[in-house]
């Protein structure tokens, strides 16, 4: 089993930054890739990134690429989201999520992680709110 507590929402003007973070208990973390996905009002939930179990691959949603980074942290069981020249459009909830599958890599796998239903365990989500 892995838990996942999200945290570092808050309420920014447009252009600002935040980071958000992920907090995973559970031994074998360091074994799944964990991606971020956000959902805003009335709307279905949406990919934002991905990243392999060992930070070697990674994978962004279009509309975030070149202002959001994700990394890693396997030994304090971390995963965060640096977001960056945030914009209105970004408010939403934000998840953090695990593949509970070990180990696995490649290029078609990280295709497969902007698909929820590739994920085991999701935290309860964070708020983001960019204003205008």
Same mark, same amino acid.
Do not use: H
């Given at each position: 089993?892995?838990?996942?507590?999200? /945290?570092? #929402?808050?309420?920014?003007?447009? $252009?600002?930054?935040? *980071?958000?973070? +992920?907090?995973?208990?559970? *031994?074998?973390?360091?074994?799944?890739?964990? #991606?971020?996905?956000?959902? !805003?009002?009335?709307?279905? *939930?949406?990919?934002?990134?991905?990243? %392999?179990?060992? $930070?070697?691959?990674? &994978?962004?949603?279009? /509309?975030?690429? #070149? *202002?959001? %980074?994700?990394?890693? @942290? &396997? !030994?304090? &069981?971390?995963?965060?989201?640096?977001?960056?020249?945030?914009?209105?459009?970004? %408010?939403?909830?934000?998840? +953090?999520?695990? @593949? $509970?599958? !070990?180990?696995? /890599?490649?290029?078609?796998?990280?295709? /497969?992680?902007?698909?929820?239903?590739?994920? @085991?365990?999701?935290?309860?989500?964070?708020?983001?709110?960019?204003?205008?």
């Amino acid at each position: 089993q892995v838990q996942l507590v999200e /945290s570092g #929402g808050g309420l920014v003007q447009a $252009g600002a930054s935040l *980071r958000l973070s +992920c907090a995973a208990s559970g *031994r074998t973390f360091s074994n799944y890739a964990m #991606g971020w996905f956000r959902q !805003a009002p009335g709307k279905e *939930r949406e990919f934002v990134g991905a990243i %392999t179990w060992d $930070g070697a691959k990674i &994978n962004y949603a279009d /509309s975030v690429k #070149g *202002r959001f %980074t994700i990394s890693r @942290d &396997n !030994a304090k &069981n971390m995963v965060y989201l640096q977001m960056n020249s945030l914009k209105p459009e970004d %408010t939403a909830v934000y998840y +953090c999520a695990a @593949d $509970g599958k !070990a180990n696995r /890599s490649g290029n078609y796998y990280l295709t /497969s992680l902007q698909n929820e239903r590739k994920y @085991d365990y999701w935290g309860q989500g964070t708020q983001v709110t960019v204003s205008s």
